[in-house]
């Protein structure tokens, strides 16, 4: 019997012993959550961040400084980064609920609201989030094709001497990025998109440095700087004009920093240790910092070029004609920027509605493994190439019928702003740190959100004054530049 018992008892130590290290097998492949294990690294999320900051409302800026003068607007640009940084820091805390190493982890900013807040904030948040999402991809394709056209207009008007009508209508270039991101949207989720915002955050630096050196050259040639302290002055706009103007200037600088909508989605791409809060807290830095030194590079040499009359788009709207061989580069890269920095956008939308499909019916996400010659089998999914086409489909005519980029720039920044940077992220840090009602750091936060959603509020007015200017003069498919 004594024997029996050492038998069992060294079998049960040795099943024990193959458990432990089976699991320290699986622990080298799968995540803490049974998902393959994040690979994603400070550098990658900057790279997201930058793809999704860094984006098509870098050429509106001296526009908007244009509107602000020298002292208001490189001031707000700057407010609105301190603001970005310190909510972007509170919201990578909410990544994982209750312990930042081994809290349950929030998927989506969706999962953060629903895990820490609950109740109709979901709702809410869901609503601004993906509304807001659908606004930045339609913005980032009316973008792209008037890129498209610029470089059209561009040899056209080289060839005409400046002189020719040279007009073009955006719908064809529309149609052209739509079906380009269509085949881009079968790429299944955010962690395999890493390589496409590797080569647009190349490309936003590639048109951001032609446009800050176009800027610098100008102002050289010149031999002085334009502009004035407090921008485009009453009389060469009237008063209404000014105010609506100003307040469009404050929804596109927000919408120049909008990527809290994204924050979670990149976090949960990111390897642990360390801590993905920590990380995420360092790639925020890295990303603020490039992306408002060059904001202001770009918006205020932009304004010192033009001053008053410098263009909605600073590389589209024919400021500068030569080099036209330079030009046509920029916007080369602005295009294939805005092709990644659609999916950056589009994936959490893809993910939700994927994700609330198979819960409902459980076998609609089922792949088929498509032979690739010389490469691994795709994995097709009929659900997913169909419903991602539809989505493509509908943003592209959205942006047939609303092609006016500034003022849509500005509605997506102030309609963003405030809930999804802002009011979202203060109520999560005051819940988890069980900050007291009335008490002074409680009262602190709260007059810095609703400071934050006079701005909003003021930008959104102003934004949707200039989209039912636009509307009064617009015909449907029918816009010509």
């Known amino acids: 019997m004594p024997s029996e018992n050492a038998a069992t008892s060294n079998r049960s130590h040795h099943q024990a012993f193959q458990m432990e290290a089976l699991a320290m097998d699986d622990s080298k492949f799968y995540d803490d959550d049974g998902r393959v294990k994040r690979t994603g690294s400070v550098w990658t999320a900057s790279s997201h961040i930058i793809t999704a900051v860094i984006g098509s409302g870098v050429l509106s800026l001296a526009w908007a400084i244009a509107q602000l003068g020298w002292l208001a607007g490189p001031a707000v640009m700057i407010l609105f980064s301190f603001v970005t940084l310190y909510t972007s820091s509170l919201l990578s805390q909410c990544y994982r609920s209750s312990d930042p190493i081994s809290g349950k982890r929030n998927y989506t900013y969706m999962d953060a609201v629903r895990s820490i807040l609950g109740g109709v904030n979901v709702k809410l948040c869901g609503m601004f989030q993906y509304l807001n999402l659908l606004g930045i991809v339609v913005g980032y394709t009316i973008a792209a094709s008037i890129s498209m056209m610029a470089i059209k207009k561009s040899n056209c008007f080289h060839s005409s001497g400046d002189k020719g009508p040279c007009h073009e209508s955006s719908s064809q270039y529309i149609m052209i990025f739509g079906i380009i991101e269509i085949f881009l949207s079968q790429i299944p989720d955010f962690d395999q998109i890493w390589w496409l915002s590797t080569v647009a955050a190349v490309m936003s630096f590639t048109y951001s440095i032609i446009g800050l050196s176009l800027g610098i050259a100008k102002v050289a040639e010149r031999g002085s700087f334009k502009g004035s302290l407090i921008g485009i002055s009453v009389g060469a706009v ?213 400071a934050c959603l006079m701005v909003s509020l003021i930008a959104a007015v102003g934004s949707l004054a200039g989209v039912l200017l636009d509307l009064k003069k617009y015909k449907p498919f029918q816009s010509d530049y």
């Open 238 to 450: 009237s008063e209404a004009q000014k105010i609506w103007r100003t307040s469009q200037a404050l929804g596109d600088i927000a919408f120049a920093y909008s990527y809290a909508v994204v924050l979670i989605e990149i976090q949960d791409t990111l390897k642990s240790p360390p801590c993905e809060a920590k990380t995420m807290k360092k790639a925020t830095k890295i990303s603020i910092a490039v992306t408002t030194t060059f904001y202001m590079l770009c918006g205020c040499m932009g304004y010192a070029a033009f001053g008053d009359a410098a263009p909605g788009n600073l590389l589209t709207g024919f400021g500068f004609y030569n080099p036209y061989w330079l030009v046509d580069i920029a916007n080369a890269a602005i295009v294939i920027h805005l092709v990644g920095a659609y999916q950056v956008f589009a994936q959490p939308i893809f993910a939700f509605v994927e994700k609330w499909a198979a819960q409902r019916w459980p076998n609609i996400n089922r792949d088929f493994k498509v032979p690739i010659p010389g490469l691994p089998p795709y994995k097709l999914s009929l659900f997913r190439l169909s419903w991602r086409t539809v989505f493509v489909m509908l943003t592209t005519v959205t942006s047939m019928l609303l092609p006016f980029f500034n003022d849509i720039v500005g509605v997506i920044g102030a309609m963003g702003f405030w809930p999804l940077t802002v009011y979202f992220p203060v109520m999560m840090y005051i819940k988890q740190k069980n900050i007291a009602r009335w008490s002074a750091k409680w009262i602190t936060l709260q007059m810095f959100s609703m």
